[in-house]
């Protein structure tokens, strides 16, 4: 018999906005400790709504966010203070700023200076890469250097649960093949994950659960082996015929 999982982040009853457009309506998603929870659908489904709002960003009208069975409050810089840091679509780096002054920008709600000497050089075992290439702008980085530095940027806030937005977005096979490869790294050191993603078929190989969101609900939700196997799940998210 499966042990129960222990819930860490918790998205009750959630709707959100925009203007007069009901963006996502009664929207619910359990993630366990130290899970990976991915969230499938097509452009326009609420991925990105569902993640800004839990990360604070936009006001949420209805609903809760519980981490800890504890509701979060409704500032960004507080939610990072409790252990939740977002990787936004897009990267949104300091393109201006070096590869070190944008991960000094991850940590800027932290004073123990030799603690953000330790994780910038565990982001380094991660991405080696930005070490050679610390002093460099971030804006001239490759599409998938800059995932690399916005993921390593939200890990110098040392979070407990990390948001993942579309982070395979516009990047090469090969190099999305090995930023899945490092979440699950990430994962393996204690982080919870919350994934969003197009790229439904990746982001459910490497989940212990999935969610398909389709127009701000959820349509259904199982084990990521069940939705990988589910016939109507592949015609619709994976372009295989049923």
Not at 143 to 167: F, K, N, T
Not at 183 to 208: C, M, P, Y
């Amino acid at each position: 018999m499966t042990a129960p999982r222990e819930m860490y982040l918790e998205i009750r009853n959630l709707h959100v906005y925009y203007g007069n457009i009901h963006a996502l309506h009664g929207v619910n998603v359990d993630v366990g400790k130290g899970e990976i929870v991915c969230v499938v659908g097509v452009n326009g489904a609420g991925k990105s709504t569902l993640m800004w709002a839990i990360a604070g960003v936009l006001p949420i009208a209805q609903g809760a966010v519980l981490l800890n069975g504890a509701r979060l409050p409704a500032a960004p810089h507080e939610i990072v203070n409790l252990g939740i840091s977002l990787v936004p679509e897009r990267r949104r780096l300091f393109s201006a700023l070096s590869v070190r002054e944008n991960l000094i920008m991850g940590a800027m709600r932290r004073k123990d200076k030799e603690g953000i000497e330790s994780d910038m050089e565990r982001c380094f075992s991660l991405y080696p890469v930005l070490k050679e290439r610390l002093s460099q702008r971030a804006g001239t980085l490759s599409g998938g250097e800059q995932q690399m530095l916005a993921i390593s940027r939200a890990l110098m806030s040392r979070p407990m649960a990390l948001l993942l937005d579309e982070p395979s977005l516009g990047l090469a096979p090969l190099v999305v093949e090995s930023l899945f490869a490092t979440i699950l790294k990430i994962r393996d050191e204690g982080v919870t994950i919350l994934l969003v993603e197009q790229n439904a078929l990746q982001a459910l190989e490497i989940s212990d659960r999935g969610y398909v969101l389709q127009t701000g609900e959820i349509a259904t939700s199982a084990p990521s082996a069940e939705l990988i196997e589910n016939p109507l799940i592949r015609k619709a998210y994976l372009g295989e015929d049923a």
